[in-house]
């Protein structure tokens, strides 16, 4: 069976004939559900998009008989009922399907498996294969437009960006010629596409047309500048020189100046073919195999019955089978659930996921459900920057991608049902694995979770243990003392692996000897209070230690200092001031004793026992003196590297003098700016911990400029309330210059949130703050953060005085890119008093500044602020161009608060020019948006949403301003 939606919407039968769904609404249901199989849409959801006013009284009867027809359509194509299922699922219906069977997430695959070929002209074949999959417009013969749009808006842009990468392949491959008519006329419908003109130039300036190459340059130069009042973008300014010189320049790289959905696509696409070759391999992130497990043969059995088998293979119940591994620390709950896990991961074909959810450690430093979701999701292939910011967003991002997909989910060592629900999927071929210290009532009630308490292993299946890795030649020589070592060790199979190690690796001593030895020190130590079963487990730690080189052991001592999570091979050099290379092989000592483990490659965590054993060892064995020159090293490294990528983010932002290192260590070096913004994400536990860490121990300095690198960070991933908490637990600390700046940074994240009065009083504290310690920059800045506070309460006359003296500030200290943006905001200062003309100047001004700086942010917010500009003056075609090119500026950047920003003046701009349908769902993305990151614009925008619900003619008319 076959369906189509890219054009009309079809259903062929096996064989390939045609099975008519006669009336438009049954297509429409259809197509609906088939633009998400395996997700569940809501019945409201189908009324609503079936009846777009006012639905009828019998409209949930007129939709049961809609969907019983689309079933009798499907059972007449011969559809598999194991392949093919439309049922009622909840509040809505579910239709599962194989996605392969859908033209368009057919044409989805081979567009994503095309980024990644590096040879054009296969490439170009595959893109080729997925734009022939087109018939038409999508939904053609379901759907009229505003309704096409609402629900494959994307789609247009989505072939657009494939038709420009066949293109692009073309080019590569040297099809020049034969691209000019189809070029010449795609340029000719899209005249402000400059990636287009680009192309069509370099296809032009090949053939040896170099003249008419220069001619379609002067055409577009001559709209963009007739409709916008701008010159072309330097990219495609650069390619027109270089055409002139007889140099090719960097061709289709034209593709950032047109600031289109597209090019945005384009761009991931070719930074996909690089970055990402293998794109299509399914995750596999189970840990390695335990190659020394034994037993448990019981809980195994357990686990496989969670497991069923249906005619055709191995499959998973229609329900999610969720399982609890619960039982105290060290007992082995990891080493079962990993274990099983291999044993059953080929019924698993979309692959497996794990997140190690660090419940119970030490340093409260637990993993968040967003950090979990952001693992996941980068596993399932999501570039960092198209993560939405909100748990709920990434959890419906999440369940999406793994509808109709069987994987496994293995959550490690979780503290509670709360931390685990967000990660569980919505679909019934997944598998979700807990382990925790608790039986986690709460999922067993509310989901269903088979609960599985896992007891101490036998007394022979501990002997077993150590019989597989020592050897059953040397347990059986020493069976008199075996039963002495697993006493020792409480049968707790941690303890038992640290003694198997050591045994290891001393292969010459005896079994006895390792229990003589393991007995000397068992009378001079305590015992772990409030644990279960394990009061000697301090000896076993102690006797592995004592086993350690001394390098080894006093970087074991001094980890156990370290406030986070995890430790990077550089961060664990800075904290033993050694050189990376020389910490290198002390980890491997600590990993292959067992006193750590490596996962992921390249990052050392303790169990959270081990971890408080080395607290209590570095306390006891190293002097404060010692102590302070670690933190202080590990702190310099943490500050350090989070400097350096908090200025490729922002490398416009102005500098701050960092505090002295104790020596110069090892810092992280950061390639490119996603790069930084990975760090970030992957060390943000890390960096958190360090705050309130460096504050408690004495280093105010470096908790203040922590918290600075992280500010760009948070405020692109809209985390303000976790930025406030963690700069009023260090404001007191900072020195005068340090205070300024927390104070600015508590002002703009208080704004943000809505809290216009803590803003300005932050805010004017900064202010005078900066004037006591002479920092005119600093003083411009603050200005220029009370222009946009003052401009949200409408109080515009006063802050057009604090931008212009922001703009004298920054022309007094030359700061170029301060001046260009200033530009921006006293244009907007204008546009909000009535100076509609003089603001279009002003854009213009900064706009040419901040493109010869390269400000990519500063551009976005300059589009927009023209777009609102236009639109008071009336040119409205003009004002959704703007807005147009300032949204794709932010999406580049992963600015969600200024997508949403300027998403609610496009929603504006199409109210009053009678596109209401198109202003309610541009209102409804910017309002999705707001929730998502708990901005206060969110109640605004939900009343104009509302009036225009209620009286669409009650809106702003043409030629009104808001």
Known sequence: MEFRLLGSVHLLSASGELVRLNRRMERLVLAVLLLEPGRVITTDRLIDLLWREAPPAAARTTLQTLVSRIRTALRSAGGDDQLVRLVAHG?????????????????????????????????????????????????????????REQLCGGLEESRFAALSDRIDADLEAGRHSELIPELSRLAHEHPMRERLSGQLMLALHRSGRRADALAAYRRTREILVA???????????????????????????????????????????????????????????????????????????????LLVERAGG????????????????????????????????????????????????????????????RGFLEALHIPTRQVPPGVEAQTGLYRSLLADKRVLILLDNARDAEQVRPLLPASPGCLVLVTSRNVLSGLVATEGAVPMRLDLPSAAEASELLARRVGAERIAAGSSAVEDIITRCARLPLALAIVAARAATKPSLTIEELATELSQYAHDLDAFDGEEAITQLRTVFSWSYRTLSVGAAHLFRLLGLHPGPDVSVSAAAGLAGVDPHQVRPLLAELVRVHLIAEHPPGRYAFHDLLAAYAAELVHTHDCD?????????????????????????????????????????????????????????????????????????????????????????????????????????????????????????????????????????????????????????????????????????????????????????????????????????????????????????????????????????????????????????????????????????????????????TLAHLGETQCVTGATEKARRTWQRALRIFHEIGHADAGQLQAKLAQLDRDPTSLPKPGLSR
């Open 91 to 147: 509040q809505g219906y579910l239709l599962q399907v194989q996605p392969d069977t859908v033209d368009l997430h057919r044409f989805r695959r081979l567009v994503d498996a095309a980024r990644t070929i590096d040879d054009p002209g296969l490439r170009s074949a595959r893109l080729t294969a997925a734009l022939e999959l087109w018939r038409g417009p999508a939904l053609a013969d379901a759907a009229d437009g505003d309704l």
């Open 227 to 305: 409709e916008l009042g701008l010159e072309p973008g330097s990219e495609l300014r650069g390619l027109a020189a270089s055409i002139i010189t007889d140099r090719e320049g960097p061709a289709v790289d034209a593709d950032e100046a047109s600031g289109n959905a597209a090019t945005a696509e384009a761009r991931a696409g070719s930074a996909a073919r690089v970055e990402h070759p293998a794109r299509s391999v399914v995750p596999a992130q189970l840990p390695p195999a335990l190659a020394g497990f034994v037993g448990r043969t019981a809980y195994l059995r357990d686990l496989s019955d």
């Open 314 to 373: 191995p499959a998973v119940p229609p329900s999610m089978p969720i399982c609890v591994i619960a039982g105290t620390a060290g007992i082995g709950k990891t080493a079962l659930a990993v274990t099983w896990a291999h044993q059953v991961r080929h019924r698993f074909p979309d692959g497996q996921l794990h997140v190690n959810l660090r419940g119970f450690d030490p340093n409260g430093s637990s993993t968040s459900p967003g950090e979990a979701l």
């Open 625 to 901: 003196a010692d102590r302070r020159d670690a933190r202080h090293r590990l702190l310099d490294h943490y500050l350090q590297s989070a400097y350096r990528a908090a200025l490729l983010l922002e490398p416009r932002r102005d500098p701050i003098e960092l505090a002295t290192p104790l020596v110069e260590g090892p810092a992280e070096d950061f390639v490119d700016p996603d790069r930084a913004m990975e760090w970030f994400a992957d060390e943000r536990p890390v960096l958190l911990a360090a705050i309130p860490h460096a504050a408690s121990t004495g280093f105010d300095r470096h908790a203040w400029q922590l918290a600075w690198t992280l500010s760009t960070f948070y405020n692109r991933q809209g985390r303000w309330p976790e930025l406030i908490t963690a700069l009023d637990g260090i404001l007191r600390l900072a020195d005068r210059s340090g205070q300024a700046h927390i104070h600015r940074l508590l002002g703009l994240s208080h704004a943000h949130l809505g809290h216009d009065d803590s803003a300005c009083t932050h805010l004017q504290q900064a202010l005078d703050l900066t004037k006591a310690v002479g920092d005119r920059t600093g003083q411009a800045n603050v200005h220029h953060n009370l222009t946009w506070l003052y401009a949200r309460e409408k109080r515009d006359r006063e802050a057009l005085v604090h931008a212009r003296q922001a703009l004298d500030l920054y022309q007094a200290t030359n700061h170029r890119a301060g001046q260009a943006r200033m530009l921006n905001a006293v244009a907007w200062l204008h546009v909000r008093i009535g100076n509609h003309q003089e603001a279009v100047t002003h854009c213009r001004h900064a706009l040419i500044m901040l493109e010869e700086i390269e400000d990519r942010p500063g551009q976005a917010n300059s589009w927009d602020t023209l777009g609102y500009a236009f639109h008071h003056l009336g040119r409205y075609e003009q004002a959704t161009i703007a807005y147009q090119r300032a949204l794709d500026l932010f999406r580049l950047d992963g600015d969600r608060f200024h997508e949403a920003d």
